[in-house]
């Protein structure tokens, strides 16, 4: 008995010290952290009324999948222009985007979608009242679940790019064109990173701001 007892404390306070497990987000050098790998510090959890549960653990933001849009916004000051997100994102449950990111451009705003239209789907929504899957910053790729993919994304005072691993899919120059998004995520804005009936998680999320171009 006195043995078992001694069991059950040690796995409860292994349990314990795993819960309060502190994680250090990998940043590079020169970038400021958006998620400090424990917490939902300076993030919201969106009230998109379609929402899944969204926690976080093992230094990730856990995003479930619910009947519609699921994500988080930032609450804190964030730049208008002359900026990069970067950030890792895996899809572990659903088949549309697994990181929708509603981003400034100047006064008005944008999203990069991953993987939307049932997949395969990269591209800005909108432009000039299209989406990614129609206009002409569309391209296909293949997203394997539970593969994290390095995204990142720059605005210029001209120019939205957008890369992911290394491979640039989005060049695109905004001069003339209407930026706008979607009403289903409104609430990201003026920051925020959504899914759509997708389960998804995210880390290392950062910032930096950088020279005009």
Same mark, same amino acid.
């Given at each position: 008995?006195?043995?078992?007892?001694?069991?059950?404390?040690?796995?409860?306070?292994?349990?314990?010290?795993?819960?309060?497990?502190?994680?250090?987000?990998?940043?590079?050098?020169?970038?400021?952290?958006?998620?400090?790998?424990?917490?939902?510090?300076?993030?919201?959890?969106?009230?998109?009324?379609?929402?899944?549960?969204?926690?976080?653990?093992?230094?990730?933001?856990?995003?479930?999948?619910?009947?519609?849009?699921?994500?988080?916004?930032?609450?804190?000051?964030?730049?208008?222009?002359?900026?990069?997100?970067?950030?890792?994102?895996?899809?572990?449950?659903?088949?549309?985007?697994?990181?929708?990111?509603?981003?400034?451009?100047?006064? =008005? &705003?944008?999203?990069?979608?991953?993987?939307?239209?049932?997949? $395969?789907? @990269?591209? #800005? *929504?909108?432009?000039? !009242?299209?989406?990614?899957?129609?206009?002409?910053?569309?391209?296909?790729?293949?997203?394997?679940?539970?593969?994290?993919?390095?995204?990142?994304?720059?605005?210029?005072?001209?120019?939205?790019?957008?890369?992911?691993?290394?491979?640039?899919?989005? =060049? &695109?120059?905004?001069?003339?064109?209407?930026?706008?998004?979607? $009403?289903? @995520?409104? #609430? *990201?804005?003026?920051? !925020?990173?959504?899914?759509?009936?997708?389960?998804?998680?995210?880390?290392?999320?950062?910032?930096?701001?950088?020279?005009?171009?």
């Amino acid at each position: 008995m006195l043995a078992f007892i001694a069991l059950f404390t040690s796995c409860n306070n292994t349990a314990r010290k795993n819960s309060n497990q502190n994680y250090t987000p990998n940043i590079p050098e020169g970038w400021q952290a958006l998620f400090n790998g424990n917490t939902l510090d300076n993030w919201e959890i969106t009230s998109f009324g379609t929402e899944g549960p969204v926690k976080v653990t093992d230094g990730s933001i856990v995003i479930n999948y619910g009947d519609g849009c699921s994500g988080i916004t930032w609450t804190d000051t964030f730049p208008k222009v002359n900026y990069e997100v970067q950030l890792e994102a895996r899809k572990m449950v659903g088949n549309d985007f697994f990181c929708g990111m509603t981003f400034p451009v100047n006064n =008005d &705003f944008c999203s990069l979608i991953v993987g939307g239209w049932g997949g $395969p789907v @990269v591209g #800005l *929504s909108s432009i000039d !009242g299209v989406d990614a899957s129609e206009n002409e910053t569309q391209v296909l790729k293949n997203f394997e679940k539970e593969v994290w993919y390095t995204i990142r994304l720059q605005v210029t005072e001209t120019t939205i790019r957008a890369w992911i691993d290394d491979e640039k899919l989005v =060049d &695109f120059n905004y001069a003339g064109h209407k930026l706008n998004i979607r $009403p289903e @995520v409104s #609430l *990201s804005k003026p920051f !925020g990173i959504c899914t759509w009936m997708t389960s998804a998680e995210l880390r290392n999320i950062a910032m930096r701001e950088i020279e005009s171009k």
